[in-house]
Nanobody
Framework: QVQLVESGGGLVQAGDSLRLSCAASGRTSTTYAMGWFRQAPGKEREFVAGIRWSGGSTWYANSVKGRFTISRDNAKNMAYLQMNSLKPEDTAVYYC???????????????????WGQGTHVTVSS
């Protein structure tokens, strides 16, 4: 089992930056990739960014590419999502997720991630 706890959400204005953190605990040695997803009110949960736990390769949704950066600190069992140039459409609950099986080289589907955090709210005002 892997437990995930997100933090760092809040209310910001358009153009501001925010950094989300995800603390992982438990059997993190089996982690293949970490991902960030988000769910806006009335919408489905969507992929935002992913990172290989070993090696650090990253991949992003087109909507955030160039604005968001995912990173990880293996020694601390932490993953981060640096969000710059935030837009009102980035408003959502952001979830951290962990994949412990290899379904694809760059997992970006919900079913590829087994463990999920409770989410942290991000609100971007215009």
């Amino acid at each position: 089992q892997v437990q995930l706890v997100e933090s760092g959400g809040g209310l910001v204005q358009a153009g501001d930056s925010l950094r989300l953190s995800c603390a992982a605990s438990g059997r993190t040695s089996t982690t293949y990739a970490m991902g960030w997803f988000r769910q806006a009110p009335g919408k489905e949960r969507e992929f935002v960014a992913g990172i290989r736990w070993s090696g650090g390769s990253t991949w992003y949704a087109n909507s955030v590419k160039g604005r968001f950066t995912i990173s990880r600190d293996n020694a601390k069992n932490m993953a981060y999502l640096q969000m710059n140039s935030l837009k009102p459409e980035d408003t959502a609950v952001y979830y951290c997720a962990a994949a412990n099986r290899v379904y694809s080289d760059y997992p970006d589907r919900r079913r590829e991630y087994k463990y999920w955090g409770q989410g942290t709210h991000v609100t971007v005002s215009s």
